[in-house]
């Protein structure tokens, strides 16, 4: 069981707190993730010229973990969050106009989709979405909302699914994921807060545009903050400018940083992560 996990009040994305926290406590997690890293490199290195255009759809099953009537929110609050994913990670929305000229030619259609899953675990027929009605109060980084005894939803398989978790997330948190690893811990996929998911219903803005979970699937694929988790740090991808820090509100462009990598064209703060 993992134990309770403190994070600052301030702090919007608990998935940089909760890696560190398996790196420290689970050593075999910490060789598995390097692990991945390292593959991931090789794949890239050996396939610079991979360009085979096929669309990779992830099923995805969405458990409501819901204690009032209000975090219990509707299918189509829940569809809406899977709309944005889609377009998002295949560079339909429509603010995609508003990416400055310089980063266009590296803008890309990840090509992937998801969609709800239609066949649960045991072969039956399923809407993707499992509601769970708990007595728990306000989750946190525990493990308490992927465990069904602890007030939780135990997950569906992680080898079939992306799973996610809507909840009442406390300690000021947006949501949270597990990056990718070997290691079979518990609670793969995200977790995200009811009223940050989705773009109708109970969403509250300015979190109601679904990018949250947007954000935090990107760190379930491997995706590390652009700023790299440190003041001027590496998110290991060469087309990205370095950044000090995160970026909150809407800033003007182009937004200049301490960085010495930063350059003329400033952060990148119109990327996801």
Not at 25 to 54: D, G, M, R
Not at 126 to 133: L, S
Not at 155 to 181: E, F, M, Q, R
Request: proline letters at 5%.
């Amino acid at each position: 069981m993992m134990g309770v996990i403190s994070i600052d009040a301030q702090e919007r994305c608990g998935t940089e707190e909760i890696t560190n926290y398996r790196i420290n406590k689970y050593p075999e997690y910490k060789l598995a993730k390097k692990n991945v890293n390292t593959e991931t490199e090789n794949w890239i290195a050996k396939n610079s010229f991979y360009s085979e255009s096929t669309i990779i759809t992830i099923p995805v099953v969405v458990h409501v973990v819901w204690k009032t009537n209000n975090q219990n929110i509707t299918d189509a609050q829940i569809q809406s969050q899977i709309d944005v994913l889609n377009k998002d990670y295949r560079r339909l929305n429509i603010d995609v106009i508003n990416t400055p000229n310089i980063w266009q030619p590296i803008a890309a259609d990840c090509e992937i989709e998801f969609c709800l899953a239609s066949i649960d675990p045991n072969g039956q027929p399923t809407t993707g979405i499992e509601r769970i009605q708990t007595s728990h109060g306000q989750f946190g980084m525990d493990n308490d909302i992927h465990t069904s005894s602890l007030g939780g939803a135990d997950d569906w398989p992680n080898d079939k699914y992306l799973n996610i978790w809507v909840c009442d997330l406390g300690g000021g948190l947006l949501g949270y994921a597990t990056p990718p690893s070997s290691w079979i811990g518990d609670g793969d996929g995200v977790v995200i807060g009811y009223n940050y998911f989705g773009t109708n219903g109970t969403v509250l803005p300015p979190y109601n545009k679904g990018r949250t979970t947007t954000h935090e699937v990107g760190h379930w694929l491997n995706l590390r903050h652009i700023w790299g988790d440190s003041n001027c740090g590496n998110d290991y991808c060469n087309d990205t400018p370095e950044h000090s820090g995160s970026n909150y509100g809407c800033p003007n462009y182009p937004s200049t940083s301490s960085c010495s990598g930063n350059g003329q064209y400033g952060d990148m703060f119109m990327n996801y992560m």
